[in-house]
């Protein structure tokens, strides 16, 4: 047994935990005992990329997602670049639409009116002109609209009993298939002559 004069035991470190450890050690940081970022851990920091940034306007869509009726909504023209890529602070011009949405896609009744100056007004279904609709085109200097089509559409394309208005007075009534005329239809031509079409 232990007596009281020999006093509380004393602790002797072991001589490994008391010598310095050497500076080539991976857990030591090239700026010395103190520093807080390892030599793997700057190569590893080095080759990492930023993380991607979603763009903006995609958070504001996702916001925005639309459905039922709404406003007219315009699409901003792209920027005009010059042959060597710069600025020419000239907007090709936008497009809009006014009409009715479901799951953020045009469906239902609209109006759309294009970036080359062409107008549609009517069906839509999954974003594309489906059903019964009018197609105007500009023409002349002053891009007044005429009407170039009126009857069925089918996924953007012409599709079904429709008529065709032509610039010189002519016009085609009949069918239509995937854009094309087909089948059966009536051809006028500007002299007042009528055709059959099979």
């Excluded at 935990?17 to 050497?22: G, T």
């Excluded at 000239?90 to 294009?114: L, P, T």
Aim: with cysteine; hydrophobic share 25%.
């Amino acid at each position: 047994s232990l007596g009281s004069s020999q006093g509380p035991p004393r602790v002797m470190a072991s001589p490994t935990a008391m010598s310095p450890v050497p500076a080539s050690s991976p857990s030591l940081s090239s700026k010395g005992q103190h520093g807080d970022i390892t030599e793997e851990t700057e190569r590893r920091i080095a080759t990492m990329r930023a993380p991607r940034v979603e763009p903006l306007w995609h958070h504001h869509d996702r916001k925005a997602m639309k459905s039922g009726q709404r406003g007219t909504i315009y699409w901003v023209g792209k920027q005009i670049l010059a042959e060597d890529g710069s600025k020419t602070g000239k907007v090709e011009k936008g497009a809009s639409y006014q009409g009715e949405w479901d799951g953020n896609q045009k469906n239902g009744y609209g109006v759309q009116v294009f970036p080359n100056g062409q107008k549609y007004e009517g069906q839509w279904a999954n974003g594309m002109r489906n059903g019964e609709g009018t197609l105007w085109v500009p023409f002349g200097k002053a891009k007044k609209l005429r009407k170039l089509y009126v009857g069925g559409w089918k996924d953007d394309k012409r599709h079904g009993r429709g008529t065709c208005f032509f610039s010189d007075g002519q016009f085609f009534q009949g069918d239509w298939t995937e854009g094309k005329m087909h089948g059966e239809g009536l051809l006028r031509y500007s002299n007042g002559h009528l055709d059959s079409t099979q």
